[in-house]
Antibody, heavy 122, light 110 residues
Framework: EVQLVESGGGLVQPGGSLRLSCAAS????????MDWVRQAPGKGLEWVGR??????????DYAASVKGRFTISRDDSQNSLYLQMNSLKTEDTAVYYC?????????????WGQGTTVTVFS | QSVLTQPPSASGTPGQSVTISCSGS????????VYWYQQFPGTAPKLLIY???QRPSGVPDRFSGSKSGTSASLAISGLRSEDEADYYC???????????FGTGTKVTVL
């Protein structure tokens, strides 16, 4: 079964750091672009960033709201994706989803994890 | 704050058709593919439409997408109670160099 499972969410104070993980199963992570998307409580979806594949030099793009604070990385040998979040703010409180972004769906996100909750409180 | 605007709500009775609009600009919808996602409360979104009007396998043909200029639409025909969910449009924005989502539309089946 094709699946993504996020972990690493939790409570953190403003200015703190957290690292989210996204474990893939049922497919080879290295074959795909991967995105992170978040959803604040009661709000809509917000794109966080994207990490491309090795043939695309592992390039990244980030939303302006997280650029310079968040870093997406991958370990293809572990079939895992990561989101390192630094200098966290209260407005980063959200459910964070990782999503597969295949070329065969023209980079629509077809497989999503269940989400992991990050709460930044003061 | 979102660059894509959707109506906050839409509704219909079972069997009716509902259309959700998504308004953007030349830097996003007009020059890139549009996607639509369906989300039920407390669950992850699901890809409903890609490449403006294509359905992934398993998505009923009651769902259809279209795009014209700087706007896109999702139509749901033969509305069913299980269609009651939030719907989001999405695309790439060349000016922002990032993916953008619409504000979201809550569909209610009366």
């Amino acid at each position: 079964e094709v699946q993504l499972v996020e972990s690493g969410g939790g409570l953190v104070q403003p200015g703190g750091s957290l690292r989210l993980s996204c474990a893939a199963s049922g497919f080879t992570l290295s074959d795909f672009y991967m995105d992170w998307v978040r959803q604040a409580p009661g709000k809509g979806l917000e794109w966080v960033g994207r990490l491309r594949r090795k043939p695309n030099s592992y390039t990244t793009d980030y939303a302006a709201s997280v650029k310079g604070r968040f870093t997406i990385s991958r370990d293809d040998s572990q079939n895992s994706l990561y989101l390192q979040m630094n200098s966290l703010k209260t407005e980063d409180t959200a459910v964070y989803y990782c999503a597969r972004t295949p070329e065969f769906y023209y980079y629509g996100m077809d497989v999503w994890g269940q989400g992991t909750t990050v709460t930044v409180f003061s | 704050q979102s660059v894509l605007t959707q109506p906050p709500s839409a509704s219909g009775t079972p069997g009716q058709s509902v259309t959700i609009s998504c308004s953007g600009s030349s830097s996003n919808i007009e020059s890139n593919y549009v996607y639509w996602y369906q989300q039920f409360p407390g669950t992850a979104p699901k890809l409903l439409i890609y490449r403006n009007n294509q359905r992934p396998s398993g998505v009923p043909d009651r769902f259809s997408g279209s795009k014209s200029g700087t706007s896109a639409s999702l139509a749901i025909s033969g509305l069913r109670s299980e269609d009651e969910a939030d719907y989001y449009c999405a695309t790439w924005d060349d000016r922002l160099s990032g993916r953008v989502f619409g504000t979201g539309t809550k569909v209610t089946v009366l």
